[in-house]
């Protein structure tokens, strides 16, 4: 977990954290954060693009 948090830029400490309570689901959940993370940075700027 702790490699990858630091390859995302994700904070360590947290996602270390939740991957202790959590076991092997929390690397789904940490994807699924980065996921929606890049898609509200990339959503943002493809949207004045329409208007």
Do not use: K, Q
Request: some cysteine.
């Amino acid at each position: 977990m702790f490699f990858e948090t630091t390859r995302s830029g994700m904070p360590i400490r947290r996602w270390v954290f939740r991957g202790g309570v959590f076991g092997p689901v929390a690397i789904l959940l940490m994807r699924v954060h980065y996921r929606r993370a890049m898609w509200r940075l990339t959503a943002g700027s493809l949207c004045c693009w329409l208007a």
